[in-house]
Every structure is written in structure tokens, then in C-alpha cells.
């Protein structure tokens, strides 16, 4: 399992795109996946997309010969999402599909997209759809298919196995903890919002635990902080921890404070990723 950190911002930040993660996952069943790995983006606000068309991975040629090398280089489109989790809507995670359903439509795509995420998520993203782009719905024409996700939901995708839980974020906006399995690594995603004693146990054990991380400490309403983080990355045993969303100024600010004190966790690791940053689990 391949995590690339594509976005590690907050809704505001001029300097850091939209928090989103693309997490690739290799030998998982589907014809049509790129790489021999399915690939699964992790929400997709307003600046996400030109931070995913930066930093994901680009396609490897799968007949590869002497004369038409494996891996034909940098002309190589970037590949295509194969399922888009939207863990809230808010409009820096989920107001970046307009422009990226259209993108796939330029690029000619052709297979499946998947895109769950709480009730309503087919409607929401067509709304979105169209506001951004009039009339232009018709030109998506890959199978598209929706699927509205509840806390303490489990399933698979591309042989991936999915749960879910509420974190504290938003009545307007719930927002729900994802979770991924595959071969004995697994990834957490918290998307936006404070743990909950059910987004805790879903994190239980995990190898990766994305969390964002508002404020510095204290109860920020509706936010999770470095501290709240480390105690329950803790609690949780995971082995490494990835903080994200951190606010702007927090950031801009005090970012070698929140190294330095990363740096000193024990039992586990603990990092605070930039645009690009790859984590690579692996069983
Ligand atoms: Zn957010
Ligand atoms: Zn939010």
C-alpha cells in the first residue's frame, strides 16, 4: 500500500492545496486498474486537483517491449482514480470534483469510477457538477456509479476492504473516519473533525493513521489538534502518524515547534508531511 500525500491543507491555506491523499494499493482484482494497483483518492476540495495532476503517480505502459519500454516516461498521462472517498462535504474536499470528472472526460476515460461518501453523495456532486459546468454532464459518459456510506459501515472495492465512523465535526457537514485493509496494511483517514470513541476504535492497530490536526492543543470546536493526536495515535498503537489540515497560521508559524515535538514521540512514528511526501506499508 503506496500513500501519496497530495494536499496537506486547510480550506484557507494560499500555500498548501486542499487535504487529499491518493492511496494505492497493488495486486487487487479489476481489469481495468493502471499499474496493477487500484487507486483510490481521498477527497477532492477546491485546490486538490492541480495538486493531484502535480503529484500522482504517472501510468506504466503495461506490454512493455524493447521497442515500447514499460515505462514510457514523463509524456505518460497521470493515472486515473479508480474509486474517490468524500469524507464530508465541505467545499475543500469535495469541490474539486467538478473540474476533475471533466478532466477525466478530456483525457478520454473509459473505465469505472467509484465515488462514495455520505448520504446524498450522488446529488451533492451533480449540483456541484453542474453549477461549475452548465450542460455539460452529458459528456460524462464512463460508468459512474454512487454510493452512499453511514457510520459503522464496512465493505470492499478492488478487493480493498472499507469501515467507517463519525469523528466531531460539523452537524451541517457530518464528516466520517475511513478506513483501509488490504493484505495486512491498513490506513486511517479522519478527514475533518475531532476523535470519536468509535473513529478511536477504528483506528485501533492501524499502520498509518492520517489525522488532522487544526490547532496546536486545546478544544478547537469541531477540529482535532497535535496533542489530541498524539494521545490517541497512543491509545490507538498505531505505528506511524500523519498530521494534516493544520491551520495556515499554525503552520506558517510554528511548524519546526510541531516537528521538533514529533520527533521526541516514542513508540511510534510521527510526522507532518509536505506536498508529495510518499508512505510505503508494506506487509
Ligand atoms: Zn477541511
Ligand atoms: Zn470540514
Known amino acids: 500500500m503506496r ?32 499499474n496493477g494497483a487500484a487507486h483510490i483518492l481521498l477527497d477532492c476540495g477546491f485546490t486538490a486537483p492541480a495538486a493531484y495532476y502535480r503529484y500522482a503517480p504517472r501510468g506504466v505502459e503495461e506490454k512493455g517491449s524493447e521497442d515500447q519500454p514499460g515505462v514510457r516516461g514523463d509524456e505518460q498521462r497521470v493515472i486515473q482514480p479508480d474509486v474517490i472517498w468524500i469524507s464530508h462535504f465541505h467545499g475543500d474536499h469535495f469541490l474539486g470534483l467538478p473540474l476533475m470528472l471533466l478532466r477525466f472526460w478530456e483525457e478520454g476515460r473509459k473505465k469505472e469510477l467509484v465515488i462514495f461518501g ?3 453523495v450522488e446529488s451533492k456532486v451533480w449540483s456541484a457538477f453542474e453549477l461549475a459546468y452548465p450542460g455539460f454532464r452529458e459528456r460524462i459518459d464512463f460508468p459512474l456509479f454512487f454510493l452512499d456510506v453511514e457510520p459503522l459501515m464496512q465493505g470492499e472495492l478492488f478487493g480493498v476492504r472499507w469501515a467507517t465512523a463519525a469523528n466531531a465535526h460539523s452537524a451541517s457537514a ?4 475511513l478506513r483501509l485493509d488490504h493484505a495486512g496494511n491498513s490506513m486511517v483517514y479522519s478527514g475533518d473533525g475531532r476523535p470519536t470513541s468509535a473513529s478511536g476504535q477504528l483506528a485501533q492497530g492501524a499502520d498509518l493513521l492520517v489525522h488532522e490536526a487544526y490547532a496546536l492543543e486545546g478544544e478547537p470546536p469541531g477540529h482535532g489538534t497535535v496533542a489530541g493526536c498524539l494521545e490517541l495515535a497512543r491509545g490507538t498503537g498505531t505505528q506511524r502518524l500523519a498530521l494534516v489540515h493544520v491551520n495556515r497560521n499554525v503552520r506558517a508559524e510554528r511548524a519546526g515547534e510541531i516537528r521538533g515535538l514529533l520527533d521526541t514521540v516514542e513508540g511510534f512514528s510521527a510526522m507532518m508531511p509536505e506536498p508529495g511526501a510518499v508512505v510505503v506499508l508494506e506487509s
Open 118 to 120: 455520505p448520504e446524498g
Open 3 to 34: 500513500i501519496f500525500f497530495l494536499g496537506v491543507g486547510e480550506a484557507f491555506d494560499e500555500t498548501y492545496p486542499n487535504t487529499s491523499l491518493l492511496v494505492s494499493v497493488p495486486g487487487v482484482s479489476g481489469s481495468e486498474t493502471e
Open 174 to 177: 457530518p464528516c466520517m473516519t
